[in-house]
């Protein structure tokens, strides 16, 4: 670890090194800003590159076509912990998360690329209010075909319940299904036990619903527990193994969750370098003599 500090710190004075170099017409940032442009390459995918777009597509493409053989088979449930349970003449529903599954929030990314700055509550609830995310692609095609068919479309979100009323108002703005009978913006920290992990919230739709399918990012939008080593997130999708592209739909999100917090042991407090330092480590280059 020490060697590679000593790396990190000669790629800052590199990059130093060229900023300085440069003359004042084309320089644009100082080197202190470097940490600030770590999430560049990840935003412009999701914002510019059609293989998102296409991806995106792709997996509600799959979610879709998966529909009507999951209302047809009465054995069918979508919540691993639903299995064994009596669902079969419940009412139907589906499970989607919310952020980068069916709101591209990635201009609140652009901005902290731009403005050289982490994730922060406060700024974060700004842009919730604003309204402004736009749907990701096929996400709105999906949820429609779902409703149409008369399954109850459930939003499973760790947005916090203070910032329920604007996230519902921009899912509806951008036409997403809100059924009027039940409550199906489900919050973090809406009811006591509605904490981060979803699993709760699973719980509380899987009692009323038998759940044909699940969509999102992030692995916590699936299973509990994810917050554990990247080894030991491996070894929770294998073991889920008859899920995937089957009853449980990954959306592509290169931008940030678990994965991310994986690498930093979670510790999102930790400096800026400290952060670097351990995505370094945890790069893999099958040098045989380990070297970087
Ligand atoms: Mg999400």
Avoid: C
């Amino acid at each position: 670890m020490k060697k590679l500090a000593v790396g990190v710190s000669m790629v800052t004075a590199a990059i130093g090194f060229v900023a300085w170099g440069q003359s004042p017409a084309t320089e644009t940032a100082p080197a202190a800003h470097a940490y600030g442009t770590e999430n560049l390459n990840a935003v412009l995918w999701v914002q510019t590159a059609a293989e998102y777009q296409a991806a995106a597509r792709q997996a509600y493409v799959l979610a879709e076509m998966l529909l009507d053989e999951a209302l047809a088979d009465p054995t069918w449930s979508a919540v691993s912990e639903q299995a064994g349970a009596d669902f079969a003449d419940l009412p139907t529903a589906v499970i989607l998360d919310v952020d980068e599954t069916v709101l591209d929030n990635s201009p609140n990314q652009a901005r902290q690329v731009l403005e050289d700055r982490d994730f922060a509550t406060e700024p974060w609830h700004a842009w919730v209010r604003e309204e402004k995310a736009n749907a990701v692609p096929g996400a709105l095609a999906f949820t429609r075909a779902a409703a149409d068919k008369g399954i109850r479309v459930f939003y499973v979100t760790n947005r916090r319940h203070q910032v329920e009323e604007p996230t519902r108002r921009n899912l509806a703005a951008q036409g997403f299904p809100i059924d009027a009978a039940v409550d199906t913006v489900l919050t973090r920290d809406e009811q006591a036990d509605w904490g981060g992990d979803k699993g709760s919230r699973r719980a509380h739709v899987a009692a009323r619903h038998r759940v044909l399918l699940q969509i999102g990012d992030n692995l916590g939008d699936f299973v509990s527990g994810v917050n554990v080593d990247p080894a030991a997130r491996e070894t929770l999708v294998e073991r889920h193994a008859d899920y995937w592209g089957r009853k449980w739909i990954v959306l592509p999100n290169p931008q940030y969750g678990s994965w991310d917090g994986a690498l930093i042991d979670f510790q999102y407090g930790l400096a800026r370098e400290a952060k670097r330092a351990r995505k370094l480590g945890a790069l893999e280059t099958l040098r045989e003599d380990g070297s970087e």
